[in-house]
């Protein structure tokens, strides 16, 4: 799949402009009190860029070059990596790694056990693997936790939305493992 990150920031930049909040997951985020955050899929840079603004070590990846520029214009005092989620390896942990935006999704398919385990080797001990995406698909909680599972990780809760709202088996999960 092709990006224009520009684009895709610019979507954010208008509903923020009508007043929304654009922010839901780095508000989530920033429940579990993390010192590091990897924003694994961090697209434009979004929910890094509002993590730093709170004071959060922040590290952006991303496998498009254009999110990651995108991002880099926005935000250049931060760490932005284009790099592919699976196999990755920083040789470091973080308290809190996101997936937000529907990661998973965009991942070749075949390729998601091998995206958990990039993003799980950087949850330090206690912490956590966040993941929110749409279960429209075919890319199932089952087997997303089974991933997790593999990757060391342990389900420790599970919301519909980025609000928290309870989930009872609808179209989209925000999933918080533990290590």
């Known amino acids: 799949m092709t990006w224009n990150g520009e684009d895709y920031q610019s979507r954010f930049d208008r509903l ?16 579990y009190t993390p010192t590091t955050v990897l924003d694994a899929g961090c697209g ?26 995108a991002a880099e214009r926005r935000a250049p005092e931060l760490v932005w990596l284009r790099r592919n989620l699976t196999g990755l390896d920083l040789g470091r942990v973080f308290d ?8 998973p999704l965009f991942t070749p398919p075949g390729t998601e056990p091998a995206l958990v ?4 080797r950087h949850v330090a001990p206690g912490g ?41 088996d609808g179209d989209y999960a925000v999933s918080v493992h533990r290590r």
């Open 16 to 31: 923020a402009a009508d007043g929304v909040d654009v922010h839901g997951e780095a508000t989530f985020v920033r429940a």
């Open 44 to 69: 434009s840079g979004r929910v890094a860029i509002e993590l730093a603004r709170h004071g959060i070590e922040v590290v952006g990846v991303d496998a498009d070059a254009s999110m990651v520029a």
């Open 96 to 103: 809190v790694v996101v997936m937000a935006g529907n990661v």
């Open 117 to 120: 385990a990039g993003a799980a």
């Open 128 to 168: 956590v693997l966040i993941a929110g995406f749409s279960l429209d698909r075919a890319y199932t909680l089952a087997d997303y936790d089974a991933h997790c599972a593999a990757a060391g990780l342990t389900l420790a809760e599970r919301f519909a939305t980025w609000s928290r709202d309870p989930f009872t």
